[in-house]
């Protein structure tokens, strides 16, 4: 079936550093692909997606570029900040009409001073 | 504001006990979903609806029950409480695919403990 693998975290990082959350997937057809944010006590928000092969999805200085030849839809963002910490949690649409997502295991990033 | 509610934001059940979870949307969404949450896991599916009126199993739907009498309202219930089901429970909801769909909207989750 359908998965979704990220990097085990957590992640730590100094503000202003680089950051590359990695994300692989296993799917059959061409699912949409998408980045979703949990902030600690909160639900999980849309952070981007991507509905094809080579789109780059966008928002608040976070990347992902749709790799069809790799399989991976990476985030990234040039230069995160101290409120950046969240767990972040790769997603692909099932195919069908069902809607279904199936997501990854979700990956902590702290971010310090 | 818009979104999705979910009701109650934590509870405390004993082993055994019966409880429903709330979920209630206002934008008009055909999909709703019910997630549980577990540390290492990321998001397991247990039930969802494409419409009102119908049902779906997901990856995880045994020892929870549910409905979608009403549109705007997802309703989750637990029939006899059982440790293994103490989790964070998310709701969500989405448009139908190909009208921006697939972007859900989440709840902000039912944290519950059962002793």
């Known amino acids: 079936g359908d998965s979704v693998t990220q990097m085990e975290g957590p992640v730590t990082l100094s503000e202003e550093a680089f950051l590359t959350i990695n994300c692989t997937y296993t799917a059959t057809g061409y699912p949409s692909l998408f980045w979703y944010v949990q902030y600690p006590g909160e639900g999980l928000q849309l952070l981007l997606k991507?509905?094809?092969?080579?789109d780059k999805g966008s928002n608040k200085g976070f990347e992902a570029t749709y790799r069809k030849e790799t399989t991976s839809f990476h985030l990234e963002k040039g230069s995160v900040q101290v409120s950046d910490s969240a767990v972040y949690f790769c997603a692909l649409s099932e195919a069908g009409n069902t809607g279904k997502l199936i997501f990854g295991q979700g990956t902590t990033l702290q971010v310090k001073p | 504001n818009a979104g999705v509610t979910q009701t109650p934001k934590f509870r405390v059940l004993k082993t055994g006990q019966s409880m429903t979870l709330l979920c209630a949307q206002d934008m008009n969404h055909e999909y709703m979903y019910w997630y549980r949450q577990d540390p290492g896991m990321g998001l397991r599916l247990i039930h969802y609806?494409?419409?009102?009126?119908?049902?779906a199993k997901g990856e995880v739907p045994d020892g929870y029950n549910v409905s979608r009498l009403k549109k705007q309202n997802f309703l989750l219930g637990l029939e006899s409480a059982a440790p293994s089901q103490t989790s964070v429970y998310f709701c969500?909801?989405?448009?139908?695919?190909?009208?921006?769909?697939?972007?859900?909207?989440f709840g902000s989750g039912t944290r519950l403990t059962v002793v």
């Open positions: 609806s494409v419409g009102e009126g119908t049902t």
């Open positions: 991507a509905t094809k092969a080579d």
């Open positions: 969500a909801s989405s448009s139908l695919p190909g009208q921006g769909g697939y972007g859900y909207t």
